[in-house]
């Protein structure tokens, strides 16, 4: 079964804390995503890596970054968290070079700031 | 203009009744589009994939028209477990890769 995996379901934080995401994935896939999703805005792109310490940015990269340092952990980061930043957050990951490939998410972290 | 837009919803049928979703997208060049399934406080999985001939998968049918860009996702003889959010999806080349992009889901609610 392939298994994609959050390191919490549930976090609480201070507003101004560095908040660390990490995620990790058994079936060997290229890409990993972060996504965020609010009520009304369904799931939008953080961030994106499709190798070893590549990444790219997605359509909301602002106050985040991400490292990949191995091919199954894809890690984000909150610089300094902000209450606009309370979302869950779902890891996913697909292979990188096959057509119509089905992408496997984690359960996501429901992230508070306070 | 979002990349991927559908009917938020929420649709709310009986019982047996049959549904259609509907999404439309913006990039001509996208390359494979799909259907994910949300149920409450759970991560998306995959539906079913859209095929441009369009395909079937038991009560669910799905099709693809390039030229409209617009998808659709036909439910028929709905089920209480049919409850959930569905997800519209498009992948497009993200410049090294293919990313996914999601609309942001419509919610079906069958009721006994």
């Known amino acids: 079964d392939v298994k994609v995996t959050q390191s919490s379901r549930y976090l609480v934080k201070r507003t101004g804390e560095k908040v660390f995401l990490e995620c990790v994935q058994d079936m060997d896939h290229e890409n990993m995503f972060w996504y965020r999703q609010d009520p009304g805005l369904g799931l939008r792109l953080i961030y994106f890596s499709y190798d070893v310490k590549m990444k790219e940015k997605g359509d909301i990269p602002e106050g985040y970054s991400v490292s990949r340092e191995k091919k199954e952990r894809f890690s984000l980061i909150l610089e300094s968290a902000s209450t606009n930043q309370t979302s869950m957050y779902l890891c996913?990951?697909?292979?990188?070079?096959?057509?119509?490939?089905?992408?496997?998410f984690g359960q996501g972290t429901r992230l508070t700031v306070v | 203009r979002k990349e991927v837009e559908q009917d938020p919803g929420p649709f709310n049928v009986p019982e047996g009744a049959t549904v259609a979703f509907n999404c439309t997208y913006s990039?001509?060049?996208?390359?494979?589009f799909f259907w994910y399934r949300q149920d409450c406080r759970k991560e998306p999985k995959l539906l079913m994939s859209?095929?441009?001939s369009g395909n079937e998968d038991g009560r669910f049918t799905a099709q693809l028209n390039r030229a409209s860009q617009y998808i659709s996702l036909l439910i028929r003889d709905s089920k209480l477990s049919d409850s959930a959010t569905y997800l519209c999806v498009v992948n497009g080349w993200g410049g090294a890769t293919n990313k996914l992009i999601f609309g942001t889901g419509t919610l079906l609610a069958v009721q006994p």
């Open positions: 990039n001509s060049a996208s390359q494979s």
């Open positions: 859209v095929y441009s």
């Open positions: 996913a990951s697909s292979f990188r070079w096959r057509e119509n490939t089905e992408a496997f």
